[in-house]
């Protein structure tokens, strides 16, 4: 099986502060990362790094087979202007053409549609984004990132603002896209062990360094989410135990 | 009403102040949707400096246009502000606060410095439309072309302005995209200062685009109605204005506000 990510001994820095230190691990096409770790652990700047928009202060980071693989990342949403005048059909049509779009051809609108309606919010598609919940916003962005058929899906905490039902729903729809792409591969942060233990096929336990990586079974022991969180993560195992 | 447009001043009032009224417009949805109002205001002011600088050159260069010499320094000025925010933690108001204070006082000093009076400086910077030269009407051709050159790069512009990490992560140059931005809006407004006045290029750049963002819920739209806005309170405002006998700038300004506040009845009536 071939490699769809392959990060060798990263570093990156930003000033005097060390945000990923010497980090490596390789991730087949297909496979499902979760990547969790406490605050300020560097999944955010992991997940730019891979997405190129932070470089690496040291190592590097191949994605693939280089740039001809189509990589979309879905950002959380507090970059985005909820004030901005869009609808949600333009916003999935601005991940098609990487520009915001003047008008919309035949061909795109059909494609975004299509998106949008494999993301649960069809109905939406002509809603200004000022309109829509954190739920809504959510799976259109999901549409975004889907709508070029990506190889490599890469999710910042993708279920915030979605309520609980609807997070499970969420989850299937990126289990759904990987049925449909069985090359695609989805690199993912979340804070839910639960989900990682569910859905995902590897998790990166991450705190700055790789504190452990492999299948969930293997990485989420209470020894190494102990390294990871400290006494919280204990706690929380526990609780989940229980 | 239209007899007035035989004279060739308001003709001339006429072609810089339309050329003015959709180039500020279109900039404008810029403006407005990523919060810089400050911006046009701070690089306005900051023309003074150029001014100023270019008033104090004249007495060993009296052919110099002051035009010259204040266009690239509110560009450099206004290439500055980015530069301090992007590389400062510095909120965008307070980059634009130090930098157009500091160009301010340098244009106090550079006229401290010269040894004739000149009105060249109130000209500039309080410009009226009936009064606009041939060479100010040139001058406002080559700011349309130049608008012209940079339309391509609307759709990039309007990307980074509903999402810049997102633009970003789709390889989007947002950083230079930006001082392009932010270069041609310091050319328009100080062209446009010596037709309008720096009032009326405040109102420009943010009464059309504000008007138009609360009649419609797409970008594209709201920029087509922004300068729609702008030509038509120009091309009202000012036969109106001469009719009235009243200030032809600040009456299209009343009439832009006119405008706004009943788009914002509408608005409501509409929600």
């Given at each position: 099986m071939n490699a769809a990510v392959t990060v060798q001994n990263l570093t990156v820095r930003f000033g005097g502060i060390?945000?990923?230190?010497d980090v490596s691990f390789t991730l087949n096409e297909g496979g499902f990362l979760a990547v969790l770790g406490p605050n300020g652990a560097g999944k955010s700047t992991l997940l730019k790094t891979l997405t190129g928009l932070i470089s690496p202060s040291e190592g590097s980071v191949r994605i693939g087979g280089g740039d001809s693989q189509v990589v979309s990342y879905v950002p959380q949403?507090?970059?985005?202007?909820?004030?901005?005048?869009?609808?949600a059909l333009e916003l999935v049509v601005s991940g098609l053409r990487r520009r915001w779009p003047w008008r919309i051809s035949g061909e795109d609108e059909a494609r975004a549609m299509k998106a949008l309606k494999s993301a649960g919010v069809?109905?939406?598609?002509?809603?200004?984004?000022?309109?829509?919940?954190g739920g809504q916003l959510q799976r259109v962005y999901l549409a975004r990132g889907m709508v070029r058929n990506p190889r490599l899906l890469i999710l910042d905490e993708?279920?915030?603002?979605?309520d609980f039902a609807g997070e499970g729903e969420f989850y299937h729809l990126l289990e759904h896209y990987q049925h449909d792409h069985p090359e695609a591969t989805i690199v993912m942060i979340t804070h839910d062990w639960s989900v990682a233990r569910h859905h995902a096929s590897a998790v990166l336990l991450l705190n700055?360094?790789?504190?452990g990586f492999g299948h969930p079974d293997e990485i989420l022991k209470d020894e190494l989410l102990r390294d990871a969180y400290g006494h919280r993560g204990h706690a929380h195992t526990m609780q989940v135990g229980e | 009403m239209l007899e007035a447009f035989e004279y060739a001043f308001m003709q001339r009032a006429l072609i810089a102040g339309l050329i003015v009224a959709v180039v500020c417009s279109y900039f404008g949805v810029f403006v407005v949707q990523r919060r810089m109002g400050f911006l046009g205001n701070g690089l306005a002011h900051s023309a003074f400096g150029g001014v100023a600088l270019a008033i104090l050159l004249q007495q060993h260069l009296?052919?110099?246009?002051p035009l010259w010499i204040a266009a690239p320094f509110t560009v450099a000025v206004a290439l500055a502000i980015q530069w301090v925010q992007q590389r400062s933690r510095l909120a965008s108001d307070t980059a634009i606060g130090i930098l157009f204070s500091l160009a301010m006082a340098l244009g106090i000093i550079f006229l401290s410095k010269t040894t004739r009076y000149s009105s060249d400086a109130m000209a500039y910077l309080f410009g009226s439309i009936l009064t606009v030269s041939p060479r100010d009407v040139i001058n406002a051709i080559i700011l349309a072309l130049l608008t012209i050159a940079v339309i391509p790069l609307w759709g990039r512009w309007a990307y980074a302005t509903m999402d810049a990490e997102l633009a970003r992560a789709d390889a989007v140059p947002v950083a230079r995209d930006n001082y392009i931005l932010t270069a041609v809006l310091a050319v328009a407004i100080v062209i446009a200062m010596k037709i309008v006045g720096i009032v009326l290029i405040a109102a420009f750049m943010v009464i059309p685009a504000a008007t138009a963002r609360l009649l419609t819920n797409r970008f594209g739209s709201m920029t087509i109605a922004s300068v729609l806005f702008g030509a038509g309170s120009v091309l009202l405002g000012l036969p109106l204005s001469v009719q009235l006998d009243m200030p032809s700038g600040a009456f299209i300004i009343v009439l832009q506000s006119a405008v706004f506040f009943s788009a914002m009845i509408l608005q409501k009536r509409h929600s």
């Open positions: 060390t945000a990923l230190e949403l507090k970059t985005l202007d909820r004030e901005f005048p869009a609808l069809g109905a939406f598609a002509r809603t200004p984004i000022a309109h829509l919940s993708p279920a915030s603002g979605i700055r360094r790789v504190v | 009296p052919a110099l246009d």
